[in-house]
């Protein structure tokens, strides 16, 4: 059905600047608390936008889990 | 495109900052909004907004890195809780060596009229008279221009070497309005009592 197979992967060492939320096209992100980006699964079509901007470097763009 | 906001030039006021404490001295007491404003909004908002899109410096970078930065992923250690936090002491422990030096001139010391780059190399550069304030208060703006100078060198070569925005990495506001939310949310967890979506997570 999905025809978006990859979904980016926020790291724990975040500093939460928002780089990634700023450029994502699908406003997929959000910084939860001011703490950490979270990537709502919903939306995000896995083109790794956000993981070539981060400046931390912490994001990764991974296979989706199957869901059952 | 997406639609530019008001607060999308906020990088104009950054850079007119800069120009107009090269002219003025007593400019850069304007500096104090860029350190209380994001304070204030992590302790009260209890978030990074303030990074997230009201930052002038975030999106000076930006705009320059477009161009410049080589766009590599920094090294590990930049990102690391010890360099980021060690940062952070060591820029507190220079604040108030410069808070010191105020207090100095304040009691009668002479003005140092200078800006130091680096907290070691004086700038060359012969600031306009300013004999009509306080000294102390000259002697503050010395000291708050030297700071900001300095990070934007700092924030400058990082944009050039690794990606646009790396400054923010380690940037001590950064890590400071980082850490008031984290301890903030902490909190609320215990208030409330729903650990379950603790924002560490995922
Ligand atoms: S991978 Fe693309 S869609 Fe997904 S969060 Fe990053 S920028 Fe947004
Ligand atoms: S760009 Fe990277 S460090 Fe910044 S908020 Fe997004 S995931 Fe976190
Ligand atoms: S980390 Fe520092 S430079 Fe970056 S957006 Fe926040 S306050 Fe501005």
Redesign the pocket.
Known sequence: MRPNL???RIGRECVACGC?AS???????RIAGGVIAR?DPA?????????AVCPAAV?T?EAREVQA | MKQKHWYDYLWIGELAYLVLGLFNILFAWLGMLFFTIPLLVALFGGSKAYCNRYCGRGQLLNLLGKKLSRNQPPPRFLRSRWFRYGFLTFFMVMFGRMLYQTYQVFAGMPLRQAVTLLWVFRLPWQWPDVSMASPWAAQYAYGVFSIMLTSTLLGFVTMLLFRPRSWCVYCPMGTMTQGICQLKHRKEDLVHGDGAESPADR
């Open positions: 990859k979904l980016a990634c450029v994502c096209p699908r406003q997929a992100i990537v939306l995000c079509v896995g083109c790794g936008k956000c993981a994001i763009i």
